[in-house]
């Protein structure tokens, strides 16, 4: 799409990617946004990038399961929308409302959430969705990868990969 080989109208690539999932959009053309609950994507200016370690143990959750067993959903946090929401310090302190079901009902998510959290320079861990999979986030790419090598000698027969917020 970028080098026009694909030619199609902005309604038409909001379309499709709405059939996709509901968030392919941001993936389409990459930059510092969110989407909100109405479907309108919010853009941002200034860009605070993670490292990440993505975890997952060698069996799944049951999302609906999970999502059976919460009683209520917490209200959306981001208003107003300001650069703060991207902030290690904000989103540390921001909850799952899946996560608490998820780590009772699979009782070594919770021990890897512990471990990745314990890691040095690991600012905050989450668990991401309905599971099964656990996000560790890092300022550098040097503690993400260090932090890779230890979670996969403490547990080697998960898997995990490094990335990047973009």
Not at 67 to 77: G, I
Request: with cysteine; net charge positive; hydrophobic share 35%.
């Amino acid at each position: 799409m970028k080098k026009k080989i694909i030619k199609l109208k902005k309604s038409e690539i909001r379309k499709i990617s709405n059939e996709i999932g509901s968030d392919v959009i941001l993936g389409i053309k990459p930059s510092f946004a969110i989407l909100l609950s109405n479907g309108d994507i919010k853009k941002y200016k200034n860009k605070i990038k993670f490292h990440i370690l993505v975890a997952k143990p060698n069996f799944g959750c049951s999302t609906k399961y999970i999502y059976s067993k919460v009683n209520s959903f917490s209200k959306p946090q981001f208003n107003p929308l300001k650069q703060k929401l991207f902030e290690a310090k904000y989103l540390k302190n921001l909850d799952n409302d899946l996560e608490k079901v998820a780590l009772n009902k699979y009782p070594e998510l919770k021990i890897i959430k512990s471990y990745l959290s314990g890691l040095p320079n690991s600012l905050f861990a989450r668990m991401s969705g309905s599971g099964s999979s656990i996000v560790a986030y890092f300022h550098s790419k040097k503690a993400c990868k260090k932090a890779c090598s230890q979670y996969k000698r403490k547990f080697n027969s998960h898997w995990c990969i490094e990335s990047k917020t973009i």
